[in-house]
């Protein structure tokens, strides 16, 4: 008997507490610049992309692990305000999440981070099977890799669809999660340190395969390279014009919205556009969950920019 789906997307990943830092423009070496602002947000791989999805409608869950530190309950409170589902986190003396410092170039849109992952976990290796199997997706990335390996397990065992944001392949152990990914969807610049193109339309042609039922290499203003089961051979579709304030965590909006469609058994297409739309309204808002778009916002953007090709 197939268990009820609690959560359409379930996270045990990062989490991160990030200040910002506004400046106009990044500095040279050895020289200043004057700060225009500041501002502590939620942030992480996994936090942004369960963000992203809840805004759009999706029942959400965060599984992972955090102390009882300041910082651990800044980040329990933003997830709560987002009414993610934070009843199975683990607290623990010691843990907290990662720490990071982002440097904010306003005039240029782009952004430096600084992080610190001292006394952060990531997944549970305990987390309970019944939670995971009441999921409708498993969202996954590389922190806390064995927790992710059990969970990712469960899941697939049960016919319940993985996607993965990675962005490091340092553990050992990363292989194994690779390989238990069936939605796949890498950063251009992650996908070529794992594959050794620097086209992300090769990068795509190397990942493609049985392991995968999914994969997508995104490259930010030029869009996204894709291939699925259903594909002979990777297709490009073109990312949404916007003017980039600020880019910080626009890859993870793209993730979280990808998994929302997902859990809504869109085709892909649809989830391909759902998501950079959500990506491309996120850059052009300030940065943190703030600009994350709701799904009414969503829609609009996309019946605008699908009436108005030319624009």
Known sequence: ?????????????AVAVDDFIYVEHYPRP???????GRQRKCGGLTAIALVAAARLGARCAYAGVLGQDELSHFAIECLKRE?????SVKQTSGARPIYSNIVVDQQGGTRNIFFDVEGFVG???????????SCRVLFVDNLGLPGMIRAARLARRVGIPVVADFDSQ??????????????????QGFAAELTGKRSPERAVRVL??????????????????????????????SAFKVKAMDTTGCGDVFHGAYAF??????????????????????ASGDGGPTAIPSFSKVQKFLEHELNHPTR
């Open 83 to 87: 009414k993610i589902d934070v009843s």
């Open 123 to 133: 997944a549970n290796i305990a987390a309970p099977a019944a939670l995971i199997e």
């Open 261 to 282: 469609a997902l859990a809504r058994d869109l085709p892909l297409i649809e989830r391909l556009r759902l998501a950079s739309a959500a990506a491309a309204l996120k």
């Open 208 to 237: 493609a395969g049985s392991r995968h039922e999914t994969v997508v290499v995104t490259c930010g203003a030029e869009g996204c390279w894709f291939w699925s089961k259903e594909l002979s051979a990777p297709c490009h579709l």
């Open 1 to 13: 008997m197939a268990r009820k789906k609690t959560f359409d997307v379930l996270g045990l990943g």
């Open 30 to 36: 050895d020289d200043k610049a004057r700060v225009l």
């Open 170 to 187: 340092s553990d050992a152990q990363f292989s194994v999660l690779l390989g238990l990914t069936d939605h796949l969807i890498l950063s």
